[in-house]
């Protein structure tokens, strides 16, 4: 089955779509090889350290290496990657805020078994909700080439918004790019890691988004100490989870910005989050919430 692909260049809303429509999208090159052989060349001492999956599902053949914020500098310009945060922003538009919900490079090496087929939501305890809510939006960037000989990604298409026995009748497609290429996928599609059956490693860069109320999957406060935290910049902080994640979710000590705190410390931090009136713009549940409260809860 021929695989629908876009160009760097495509609108995020055109990509957004597609993913709402299909349950994911492929951009083709969106980086080039010299920021991928940076990311290796950072990442590979890591790697070789991390330990191989416990069992079936994670991979026996496949190590799983993550903290990539504080431990591979390149890795940062794929999360902040405007064509990513883009096409995020729009497909998890109807929550407050998004977060990074977790880093992690995916090495399935040589004799590894295709992983059983999933949907990422199930790490939410399998939470059901509902099927036109979206909690998360994840990517897979291509650090080498994905094949199907390597262990591409399979996906069932279309398969978001189905039960389990429907989504078991749908074809398996593989996610073949070149490196340098994204992958987008929703956390309801059914997907899973591919057999690799070449003689090579394939490594994937798995860097996923979460509506900002949500526990993040890697705990990005301890996978980045606050002394690294503190070199980084303020947007990428924010969407580490050094936010609001939505009214009355996040803040610290007596209603502190968490970010204001990082810089600061909690004494000396005087930046609050926002008050109620300046969510009236998140969606119509808030506007109805401020409207009766009166307008001193009204930012304008």
Not at 132 to 147: G, I, K, R
Not at 161 to 183: F, W, Y
Not at 198 to 211: E, L, M
Request: include cysteine.
């Amino acid at each position: 089955m021929a695989v629908p692909r876009f160009s760097p260049d495509t609108d995020p809303s055109v990509i957004s779509a597609h993913l709402g429509d299909h349950g994911y999208a492929i951009v083709d090159r969106v980086v080039d090889d010299e920021t991928m052989d940076a990311l290796a060349a950072e990442a590979e001492p890591y790697i070789n350290r991390s330990a191989h999956g416990r069992d079936h599902y994670d991979g026996v053949h496949t190590r799983r290496t993550g903290a990539l914020v504080a431990r591979c500098p390149t890795a940062r310009r794929l999360i902040m990657h405007p064509t990513v945060l883009g096409t995020v922003g729009e497909f998890l538009g109807h929550a407050t805020t998004f977060q990074l919900h977790l880093t992690q490079i995916i090495s399935i090496e040589p004799g590894e078994s295709d992983q059983q087929l999933h949907r990422d939501q199930m790490a939410f305890d399998f939470f059901p909700f509902p099927a036109d809510y979206h909690v998360q939006c994840n990517t897979m960037w291509a650090l080498t080439d994905f094949t199907a000989e390597n262990g591409a990604t399979r996906i069932r298409p279309g398969t978001s918004a189905m039960s389990d026995d429907e989504a078991a009748a749908v074809n398996v497609i593989q996610a073949e790019m070149p490196r340098g290429s994204v992958l987008f996928y929703d956390g309801k599609v059914v997907h899973a890691g591919g057999a690799n059956r070449s003689d090579g490693t394939r490594q994937g860069v798995n860097i996923t988004y979460a509506v900002g109320w949500v526990r993040q999957e890697e705990n990005q406060f301890l996978a980045c100490p606050p002394e690294i935290a503190r070199t980084l910049d303020d947007d990428l902080l924010r969407l580490m989870g050094y936010q609001q994640g939505a009214f009355a979710l996040g803040y610290v000590g007596d209603q502190q910005d968490p970010l204001a705190v990082l810089r600061h410390s909690l004494e000396g931090a005087t930046d609050k989050v926002k008050v109620v009136g300046e969510f009236a713009e998140a969606n119509q549940s808030f506007r109805s919430f401020v409207t009766e409260l009166g307008p001193s809860t009204d930012p304008s």
